[in-house]
């Protein structure tokens, strides 16, 4: 271990973690002068950032004539750097040290430098609004954006290149901006709360009441159809959602649950998701009337969580056995003695929560490692159970302190967490290579949704209570419907 001095002259090294994270372009090795320009300590061990003061390294993400920063750097900073300053004084420091920058330039008369550095400010500034284009959303960060990017363009008077890049640059911010706040109006006009079916004791469901075989009967491709909701809904989740995390944590006390933690909407429409896959599932086997065709309806779910997993949409999965695990579907014991359970159990192993998931993410590292070398897109697929991917991230900012004791931030824990959000990002961008049927996705995503105690009234009409503390419960949810009715 060394630390970086602002007196020290030596080359700075860079900072590979996971080098290739956003690609090899714009990286490059910090020259000596960077030691002039640390606004305090720095801290490397074996080649590697792992602390510094906020002062220094905010300087470390802004360009010089001679040097770029590492682009996993410049996204795990801005990942990461929302935890202690927001981004709108984060955007006025990095203006402020590019100002002082090109005054010195200026006074050199050094044409051919202050162009080279133009050059690297506006990449450093493309690069942060493509991957945090959120970060913009508010005015004044937009207004101070602006000012920078008017301040560069004064040194591009002999040509447009600079302006024109400028424009570009900010008409895909904007696009940005707009497709999301688009997909969060579309999705909560058309939300819909839980349906509340089935509560009334009288009303049995008809037997020729659609259900998802009469859909479709085909687990592959249901299966599919799952992954293409799936990938869908994890393409509108950005850096920053996951980050809150991260940045709300530190404010909450420590009695809260994971739901006051994550509150950004795509992260809550994308949990809404698991949970009413869950329900649906129950829905689906506890309102069939007939045990045979129940049995049925559990089996063909068993075959559509195995082949959710054989893609690896381990998301859909864990949601379809969660659901065949409810207390409901659970206590139905004529079903499950008619179904061929060798498929479920080892789909439970595969989800076995001992050793924290230890079987889970074998699978998901070999889901992983396919994706890595896959030469199609069906290979490529990679959707981790959404809920374990948060917990650890959550465990991973709980154990390990922002700031070491020196006062310094603990930049190796914000590389370890930045590492885990970029193999999401990077699952997230695939293509789905399934073709989309319509009319399959749009019953899974409307059909009718027991509640919990529509769920209880339809298993206990379907096998009746077989313990006192069944019929006590049931005695109990009947006085409470019919009351309420």
Not at 258 to 267: E, M, W
């Amino acid at each position: 271990m060394y630390i970086l001095q602002k007196t020290m002259r030596e080359t700075m090294p860079q900072t590979p973690i996971f080098s290739s994270m956003l690609g090899s372009s714009c990286s490059g090795q910090v020259q000596p002068d960077m030691g002039e320009r640390s606004g305090g300590d720095l801290v490397f061990q074996d080649g590697n950032l792992i602390s510094g003061s906020l002062e220094a390294l905010i300087e470390h993400l802004v360009p010089t004539v001679d040097y770029y920063p590492d682009r996993t750097y410049i996204f795990t900073f801005l990942l990461s750097s929302r935890i202690f300053i927001p981004p709108y004084d984060l955007l006025a420091k990095v203006g402020q040290i590019c100002t002082k920058q090109k005054q010195q330039l200026e006074a050199e008369t050094e044409k051919a430098k202050l162009k080279s550095f133009t050059a690297k400010i506006i990449q450093l500034l493309k690069e942060w609004t493509e991957a945090f284009p959120y970060d913009f959303q508010d005015e004044k960060v937009m207004k101070e954006l602006k000012e920078i990017t008017h301040k560069i363009t004064q040194c591009d008077e002999e040509n447009g290149t600079v302006k024109t890049t400028i424009t570009q640059m900010t008409q895909n911010l904007i696009l940005s901006l707009t497709t999301r706040n688009q997909f969060q109006e579309i999705r909560e006009k058309f939300r819909q709360p839980v349906t509340d079916k089935g509560t009334i004791l009288k009303s049995k469901p008809q037997a020729a009441q659609k259900d998802i075989l009469s859909v479709c009967c085909d687990p592959l491709i249901l299966a599919q159809q799952l992954t293409h909701i799936e990938l869908e809904r994890v393409s509108n989740i950005y850096p920053e959602d996951l980050m809150q995390i991260v940045s709300h944590m530190d404010s909450l006390d420590n009695h809260k649950c994971r739901g006051d933690v994550t509150k950004t909407y795509t992260l809550e429409a994308y949990d809404n998701w698991f949970n009413c896959l869950s329900m649906l599932v129950a829905t689906e086997i506890c309102r069939v009337v007939k045990k045979k065709q129940r049995t049925r309806m559990v089996e063909f779910f068993i075959d559509v969580a195995r082949e959710c997993f054989n893609i690896g949409n381990f998301n859909s999965m864990m949601a379809i056995i969660s659901g065949m695990n409810l207390s409901p579907v659970a206590r139905l014991k004529k079903t499950w003695s008619k179904v061929k359970t060798a498929k479920f159990d080892v789909l439970e192993h595969h989800m076995d929560p001992s050793s924290n998931f230890c079987n889970y993410r074998t699978a998901l590292q070999g889901a992983a490692q396919r994706s890595q070398t896959a030469n199609s897109s069906r290979e490529k697929i990679v959707i981790p159970v959404f809920n374990l991917f948060i917990k650890d991230i959550y465990f991973l900012h709980k154990i390990h302190t922002n700031r070491l004791p020196n006062g310094q931030i603990n930049f190796k824990k914000f590389w370890e967490i930045s590492r885990q959000i970029h193999d999401f990002l990077t699952w997230k961008q695939v293509e789905c290579p399934f073709e989309k049927d319509k009319k399959i996705q749009s019953y899974l995503l409307t059909a009718p949704i027991y509640s919990e105690e529509a769920l209880f009234v339809a298993s206990f009409e379907s096998e009746g209570p077989e313990n006192h503390m069944e019929k006590d419960s049931w005695k109990t949810l009947r006085t409470t419907l019919l009351n309420r009715a």
